[in-house]
Structure formats: C-alpha cells, structure tokens
C-alpha cells in the first residue's frame, strides 16, 4: 500500500508522489473505471494524507494517473463505451445537450458529460449528490443555509432546466448511422445516473459558510471570497472581504465587546476570547488535530451564555444550527447531531443543555479527525469531513462523562447585578453593532489569526490531550491579547461537571439563592425541599426511598463532596459545611449535626478589573 501519511503540513511532494503511484497502480489493474478510481484516491487523500491534499491537486493527480481528460474527444477514451455507429453524433451536439444513457451510449460517457454540466450547481457530500437550497446565497437574519440532497424528481428537473436539451439515441434510417432526438429523463435513469460512480466529477463540499474563510496555500494564507473553493471544498457565499485591521486595533476592539460580561476568573475572559478566534482557525483548517467542545456556562438564568456565543457566530455572519436535547432518547439527539454535521455548517449549537449528557457520537466526533458517520432518515449511513465545524453548548448546570468534560472548554459567566447598565451602541445592543460591522470584526479576527501564523503557528506546551488546539490559543491569548493563560482553573471546572454530587451541588447552589436562603443554614432535609422544587434530580437517589433515607443519601453525597474540607468553592459559589453538637432526646445522646451555608460572590472577576 502507497503510504501517504507525512508529519509536515508542507511536505507537499511527498504526498503528490504517493497519492499519484496509488492511482497508477489502480489504473493498471484495469477493473475500475476512471470516476471509481477518482472516488479511491479522494478517500485515500482523506483518509492517510495529514492533511489532506486539496481537491485540484487531486483531480490533477487523478488525470495523470489515468490519462483521462472528460474535454478530450477521443473514440478509445470517453467514447469507448458507446455504440460507434452514435459517435459522430455525439461530437456534433451543442454544450448544452446532455445525452442520457441507454443501449447505445454507456453510463460512464453520459454520467461523465451530465455531471460535468452540473458542476457549478451541483454538489457531493458524503457520496450523495446535494444542492443548495434556493435563495440560500442571498442574506437572511437567522437563516442558516440550507444543503438538500437531490431526489430523483429533483434530478430530473434539473436536468430540463429551459438552458438545456436531454437527448436520447434512437435508430432512424441514416445508413449505418445513429440519430439523438430530445426526450424527458426517466425517474429510472435518473436514479442509474445518481448512482452511479460519475458523480465522483461533482465538487465535493465541506463548508457552507456566509463568511469570507482565511486558509492556507502553499504556506501563505489567503481569503476566500465569494464562490466554490476546491481547496478544502468551501462554499463561500455573498461575503466581503474583510478589511485589514492593524492588530494593536483589532486586539483592543476584539477584547472591548467582552466589557459587559461579568466572568467567575480572568482566564474564562481567554477562554472567551479563545471561542471567537478558535472558530476561524478551524473554518480555514489551519490547525490539524481535535478540537473542544465549547461550553458556556452560567450561574443563572439570563446571564448571556447564549448571548455570547451568538455574538461570536455573528463574526462568521452564521446564525449556526441549533440542537436541544430531546427527551426521545440518545438516538434522537444523536440524529439531530448527525444532521447538523452533514448540513456541512461551521457551527452546531447545543442550547441550554440540562441534567447529564451521554453521547458517544458526540465524543467521537470530537475525537475523529477528519470523517464521521452520519445517518440520515432513509438512507445508509454515510461519511463525511466535521473537521470545520465548532461544537459550542450552553447550560446553567449539567453532568458530562469523563470523556466528555475531557474534551471540553469551558467558560463561566456571573449575572450582572439587575442594576447593571449595558453599553449601547449606535445600532442598539452589542449584537445589533456587531452584525452591522460583521465584516470589520472578522478583519479583527483574522488580524489576530494572522499574527499567529506569522510567528510560526506556535503552541504553548500542554499536557492536554487536544495539543494543537489548546497550545495554538494558550500562546494566542498570552502573547497577542496579553491574557491569563488559557486553561487556568480549568480542571477545577472540568472536576466539577462530571463528578454527579458536585454538579448537583452547583445547580443546589443556584437555587438556594434564587430562593432567597443564601447564608442561611439549612439541613439535609431542606436541600433536598429544595431540590424538588427547583427539580433538580439528587444523583443516586432511587425514588422508592422514604424522605429519611434520602436525607441519609444526601449526608453522604455531601460527605464525597466536600471529604477533608469544610468549604467547596464552586465557581461563583461557595459551599460552607457546619457542624455543631446537639442533643438527640429520643436517644438520649449528643450526635454531630451538620447543617450546610450557601453563599454567591466568590472567586469572580473584581469590579475594578474591568466590571466584567
């Protein structure tokens, strides 16, 4: 087997020369056609070359492997297929005819010729034949664009748009000579059309975005603008180009959207200012490797977690997809996730997500480079390239598997008093200004973004098993925004959402102060009052037990939480345990009681550090 795999992203002749050989030697066997050769080496490309090969160099190296050229008229190429007494009238048909297959004319000639056509409407994600839906190139608030895979009628349609003309041979006595007249497409050639290995011609797509996209060409980088990009298989549609933003500006104005948020620490301000620029480097690919979840977290209600992450989409002019999780189970969240992915969108939104979260789809996903399996309704499963897309998730308290909290970045924000008074802007909230500059804060973003890859596209060391990425935005935010490291505090955090008494214990924390009881002592048995009316499910307590013995359990889960101490600092709250001797009558004996003391402020970002 042709190895192709290299460890430097420019070692580009490395993986021409392999990629190239694995053709040739799939042409020399002779079984396949050109189109199936092309769809092996694409997969190939994906599947061993880090990273993968642009989608024109691997057509190039697919033409030099086969020596097949779809323009080039030649009876022992793309004629072979056809019936000889037909190929004088297939040279002498116009551009806009497309002749459909039959007895005379082969799959491979008339697949070759249609979906060439097609190639500037037509697209391929994950082996089905898409398009965009109609109106999705022009601007629309909250409108996400929109791929549909082509249906048989669909296909048909498109193939008798009023520019075109179907043909079909037919034997008419013109000596030993075949004629074509016009003729609609059958729903079962339609369907031996799309699927057949023709469609591998079609431009493969991994990104739908209404952003302009910074990426990376032969180590300078470069900004996509609007229109279908080969490399990397981008859609771009109706952007501008950003303007070019001095990075001392693009800094101070970046970091000046965030002066409304209150953060429980300095270091969830980088992990904000991290969110926001990560996005454009995974957009454009430029950093090989995993890449987190994205979490916002907030002690109460109407804080702005999702407010947040909705001003970070506006950079990218995406509004995102949004998923919320569904009491129908793990499967239905799972579809959901799956297709969102296959929507090829650069950010999928999971919104104010509750209690505990198990997905194994979604922490594979996170840790697969390149493909992932999506299934959609009615078809198998297939694969296709999530490496563009940014995971983000909202909450005011969940529970996440080890592995998911693993893979996680989380940022905690604290509710500005209801005093507060928010900045305003000329267009109105900070949303409003942002959408309105869209274009002059991704130029900030990509400022910033380029600086990076100026200096080398350095990396902070980290023990973090997602490396590049948390490397790459450590040095970023230390050394281009100049703030707190990147993941300061962050285990104390990632502890707390999948350790299941902790996390209840979080949520407890909120809704005793929502309920007005901070700094009060209360006992087992009123948190667990508490608890019930705020419905919050206590972890481990079965409801068959009797109210003693669920306070029982409630000691003892206290007791994990807090083991040695007698204070747990969970973010915005800290957790006092008291404990007291007192008389027991119906014993007749002293026992320890313990009562437990809530209180909000601790550990956040002091006013005088910016009123964040």
């Not at 959901?336 to 104010?352: E, H």
């Not at 995971?391 to 209801?418: C, H, M």
């Not at 972890?539 to 003693?548: F, H, I, M, R, S």
Request: aromatic share 8%.
């Amino acid at each position: 087997k042709a190895q192709i795999e290299t460890p430097q992203s420019g070692d580009v002749e490395g993986r021409d020369a392999a990629l190239l050989s694995y053709g040739a030697s799939l042409a020399k066997k002779g079984s396949l056609t050109p189109a199936e050769i092309l769809e092996h080496m694409r997969d190939r490309n994906h599947a061993r070359c880090l990273p993968p090969l642009e989608d024109e160099m691997v057509l190039q190296k697919w033409k030099q492997a086969t020596n097949y050229h779809p323009h080039e008229d030649s009876a022992e190429g793309e004629y072979s297929n056809c019936d000889p007494r037909i190929i004088e009238e297939l040279k002498s048909q116009a551009p806009n005819v497309l002749v459909l297959p039959n007895d005379y004319v082969g799959i491979e000639y008339s697949g070759s010729k249609i979906f060439q056509a097609l190639r500037e409407e037509l697209y391929r994600r994950g082996g089905l034949v898409v398009e965009l839906a109609a109106g999705a190139e022009r601007k629309k608030k909250d409108k996400t664009p929109q791929l549909n895979i082509i249906t048989t009628d669909a296909f048909r349609s498109r193939l008798e748009a009023s520019r075109r003309k179907t043909k079909a041979t037919f034997a008419v006595p013109r000596g030993d000579q075949l004629a074509l007249k016009l003729k609609q497409c059958s729903a079962d050639t339609a369907d031996v059309l799309l699927a057949s290995k023709a469609v591998a011609l079609l431009p493969d797509i991994e990104l739908v975005t209404r952003s302009a996209v910074l990426m990376e060409h032969e180590g300078q980088l470069r900004v996509l603008g609007p229109g279908y990009h080969e490399q990397g298989g981008v859609l771009v549609l109706a952007a501008d180009r950003p303007p070019d933003v001095p990075l001392p500006e693009a800094v101070a104005k970046m970091l000046s959207l965030f002066a409304d948020y209150k953060f429980t620490s300095p270091a969830d301000l980088s992990r904000a200012a991290a969110i926001y620029i990560g996005a454009a480097i995974r957009i454009g690919g430029l950093l090989p490797g995993h890449s987190p979840i994205c979490v916002v977290e907030a002690d109460q209600p109407q804080t702005g977690k999702g407010y947040l992450l909705e001003c970070g989409r506006a950079f990218y002019d995406d509004p995102g997809r949004v998923i919320a999780k569904r009491e129908g189970g793990v499967g239905s969240f799972d579809e959901s996730i799956g297709a969102a992915i296959y929507a090829a969108t650069p950010f999928v939104t999971f919104d104010n997500m509750r209690g505990r979260i198990v997905s194994q789809y979604l922490e594979s996903i996170l840790t697969n480079r390149y493909r992932v399996l999506v299934r959609l309704p009615h078809r198998d499963e297939v694969a296709v390239d999530a490496s563009r897309t940014t995971f983000l998730l909202t909450s005011n308290g969940y529970e996440a598997t080890d592995d998911l909290g693993k893979r996680s970045l989380i940022t905690r924000l604290v509710k500005q008093p209801d005093e507060y008074k928010f900045k305003d802007y000329p267009e109105g909230d900070l949303l409003a200004h942002i959408e309105a500059n869209q274009s002059y804060y991704l130029g900030c973003i990509f400022s910033i973004v380029r600086a990076w890859h100026a200096g080398g596209k350095k990396q902070s060391p980290t023990t973090h098993s997602f490396r590049e990425w948390f490397g790459a935005l450590d040095w970023i935010v230390q050394k281009i925004l100049q703030l707190p490291p990147l993941l300061d505090g962050h285990r104390d955090a990632v502890t707390r959402i999948t350790n299941p008494g902790l996390s209840w214990l979080r949520s407890l924390a909120v809704a005793v102060v929502k309920a007005g009881k901070a700094r009060v002592e209360l006992s087992a048995t009123e948190l667990i009052e508490i608890s019930s009316e705020a419905e919050i499910e206590i972890p481990g307590a079965k409801e068959a037990l009797d109210q003693t013995k669920v306070a029982m359990h409630v000691g003892r889960l206290m007791g994990r939480c807090f083991r040695d101490a007698e204070q747990v600092r969970l973010d915005a709250y800290t957790v006092q345990r008291i404990t007291t001797s007192e008389y027991d009558a119906g014993r007749q004996q002293h026992r320890d009681v313990r009562r437990y003391v809530f209180t909000r402020g601790s550990g956040t970002i002091d006013d005088e550090q910016g009123g964040m």
